[in-house]
């Protein structure tokens, strides 16, 4: 019983020196990778890069100790920390404090949601994400995840579009424009490192090596290049009065926000003290409209004076100790630059004109706070908890997905024995108490599991060791990743999601059933379509399973059995053969209830109309596993009116659960126990003889083989 409440219990048994080590090494060796990883994630997920680290500390340990599987390392992973950003970002601006406090509230409620489906026993409900839904969404989120890097991979800005599609034709404008080789050369040389060590020497951390050598390098060419400027500086008229703009227009868009709230306020008491169709109300109402309208338009011209900052290329000139900026391809005469491309940095906020940000250089990680979060609870906020549940629970469904079927893989191998419920439990509480220190929703990591597993870990103690290493990154080490560049991070994301992209997926559900191929198509490409709202794409995969699921339901197979080569009744349809004229054996594949029992009267009805010399009917029902009071009923009616007009009815291949409803509602007394046999092969020779009496059928294709 303790067990079940503290799995990590059961470790004790056979634990020894030699295991310690086993799962020292193990941990160390999973947070050499998890380090570089989470990072990128983080910033995946739109949060600053050291909220990987927080979601790398507790998560790991807390999953460990309290799921069933002994090898899985859960931390920050791509799909989820994907699934981060798109939920967040129609609430608040990616990397902003509200979108932090967002993504944190997220975690717990995920964790929330996971840790009360494990202890009710519900793990069975991530049966409605099918094979072929997770296939398409993964491979479509894939693809969106390795796009969504390549601005920082060419070292442009560009702000997002309504669509994933639409940012990405601007990143691809913006480069062709401008590309930061530097940028880029990082990104690459990371690429061939990572790449080159997993080719040469898988056993060594490649995503490591690379971060220290590119960290390094940044270190010493001065990758980042920034400084602040006075505005008067910039010897550019257009760049003065672009500047002057946005900032204009970024402050009225708070005041605006400022006025519609206060217009909320004055709708909702209009409402309640004089109801929705008042006048007052409907005045408050077009005004709030109005004030949407011009918060919209000014923020499309926010995006295009934006978008015009950052076109702007300008070339330094040194003249004291500060540097004056005149336009790239404008220097005058007799000047000597400092030999780099000079850019605005440009964001959400205001432009301070006294002190503007110039970038000359790469993007690099910049500052990571030393030491650990602050620990506290979450502020939980019940409108903001409704607002994101959905989202909660799409994440909570893939993340445990993703983590089951990791931990089932290596329990393959190792033979451990694996609870979902308790899994699902232990990723809940990892996502809980990981919110506490201020981390986003976490999942189990295939890569990192398979390193786990390789490294030779034995007990969940790995992770805590993983997680005791990110403890000590975090108190002392953070200083040395301000120079990591961000292309490089870029890089070990697109790296990380070619193991999510899966062809073979799609060709293999169209193998089994069209139908779950072009399921597993369609999604793939909503998934694409509809980016940055993937929710949208995985409902339309859920929606069209559970239509299938319900459409084979009410339309099971019913088949017609002739004698095949193989000596066996077979479906006549699928093998090409002859129908006996006498004798209809028909096998319903399927529960018979309310929602097709109608089909089984249709097609017997069907056989009647068709075989002019039918004289028995034989109904297999091997296939009939339960029967509710609709398929009871239509069942009893068939029986009536089959008989009624004249024709013999029997079953056969019974099952104890229908039986007993037949017992129950006197069915059997109906049809007669006598017309009740134990097996077709049973019922067969019983039939046959007295329906083919008088009969001219020289081959009967229930005992010989005759094909069409």
Not at 239 to 246: D, K, L, N, S
Not at 281 to 296: C, G, M, S
Not at 664 to 691: F, V
Not at 697 to 707: A, D, R, S
Request: net charge neutral.
């Amino acid at each position: 019983m303790l067990t079940r409440i503290f799995p990590f219990l059961s470790w004790i048994k056979g634990y020894g020196a030699k295991e310690l080590r086993a799962d020292f090494t193990s941990g160390l060796t999973v947070a050499l990778v998890l380090i570089p990883q989470s990072m990128a994630y983080a910033q995946l997920a739109g949060l600053p890069a050291y909220y990987g680290l927080y979601a790398s500390f507790l998560p790991p340990m807390i999953a460990a100790l309290f799921g069933s599987s002994r090898q899985l390392a859960t931390g920050p992973v791509a799909v989820v920390s994907l699934m981060t950003a798109a939920s967040l970002e129609p609430l608040a601006t990616a990397g902003s404090e509200a979108f932090v406090v967002y993504a944190i509230l997220l975690a717990f409620t995920v964790g929330l949601f996971q840790f009360l489906l494990g202890a009710l026993r519900l793990g069975l409900v991530v049966n409605f994400l099918s094979h072929p839904v997770v296939n398409g969404f993964t491979n479509a989120a894939a693809l969106i995840i390795a796009t969504s890097q390549l601005s920082k991979l060419f070292g442009v800005y560009v702000d997002k579009a309504a669509h994933h599609y639409e940012t990405i034709i601007r990143v691809v404008e913006a480069a062709v424009d401008y590309t930061h080789w530097p940028t880029l050369l990082m990104a690459i040389l990371a690429f061939v490192i990572m790449i080159g060590l997993k080719r040469l020497a898988p056993k060594v951390p490649n995503v490591l090596v690379a971060v220290v050598i590119t960290t390094l390098l940044s270190w010493a060419i001065g990758f980042e290049h920034n400084t602040t400027a006075d505005l008067s500086t910039v010897q550019s008229t257009e760049a003065q009065q672009a500047v002057q703009e946005f900032n204009k227009i970024i402050h009225t868009i708070p005041v605006l926000g400022e006025k519609r709230t206060e217009l909320n306020g004055l709708y909702a008491d209009a409402v309640q003290n004089q109801g929705l169709t008042s006048i007052p109300a409907l005045d408050y109402k077009h005004d709030i409209e109005v004030v949407n309208i011009r918060i919209e338009n000014l923020k499309h011209k926010a995006h295009a004076w934006r978008a015009r900052l950052r076109h702007m290329k300008f070339a330094g000139v040194e003249q004291g100790n500060s540097i004056v900026f005149y336009d790239y391809d404008a220097v005058p005469d007799g000047l000597t630059t400092d030999g780099r491309l000079w850019r605005i940095k440009v964001g959400n906020k205001e432009l301070k004109t006294d002190s503007l940000k110039m970038m000359g250089g790469g993007a690099v990680v910049g500052v990571v706070p030393s030491g650990l979060p602050s620990f506290t609870v979450p502020k939980l906020d019940l409108g903001s908890i409704l607002q994101l549940l959905p989202y909660a629970a799409i994440i909570s469904l893939l993340g445990f997905m993703e983590a089951i079927s990791i931990a089932k893989a290596m329990a393959a191998k190792t033979g451990q024995r694996l609870d979902p419920n308790q899994e699902l439990i232990g990723q809940g509480l990892a996502n809980m108490v990981g919110a506490i220190g201020k981390s986003y929703p976490a999942s189990g990591s295939f890569s990192r599991s398979a390193v786990n597993l390789a490294s030779g870990a034995v007990t969940g103690l790995s992770s805590v060791f993983t997680s005791l290493v990110v403890l000590i990154v975090l108190m002392f080490f953070t200083p040395l990743l301000y120079h990591l560049p961000q292309s490089v991070l870029a890089s070990v994301i697109m790296m990380a999601v070619i193991g999510l992209l899966n062809v073979h997926g799609f060709i293999h559900a169209w193998k089994a059933q069209w139908y779950d191929g072009a399921i597993s198509i369609i999604t793939f490409l909503c998934t694409l379509g509809f980016a940055p709202h993937l929710d949208k794409g995985i409902m339309v995969g859920v929606v069209l399973s559970l239509g299938v699921f319900l459409y084979k339901s009410m339309r099971p197979t019913v088949a017609a059995l002739s004698m095949s080569p193989e000596k066996s009744l077979r479906d006549s349809a699928v093998y090409g053969l002859k129908e006996c004229e006498h004798v209809a054996v028909i096998r319903f594949d399927g529960p018979l209830f309310f929602a097709n029992a109608s089909y089984l009267e249709d097609r017997i009805t069907d056989i009647i109309q068709t075989k002019r010399n039918l004289r028995h009917i034989l109904l297999v029902a091997n296939g009939i596993n339960d029967m509710d009071a609709s398929g009871e009923e239509a069942l009893s009616l068939i029986v009536k009116r089959v008989r009624s007009a004249g024709y013999g009815m029997s079953l056969s291949g019974v099952n104890e659960k229908v039986m007993s409803v037949m017992e129950r509602t006197h069915l059997l007394e109906s049809i007669g126990e006598e017309n009740i046999y134990e097996t077709q092969a049973e019922a067969l020779p019983a039939i046959h003889a007295k329906a083919h009496e008088g009969s001219d059928e020289k081959e009967c294709p229930l005992t010989e083989v005759c094909p069409i």
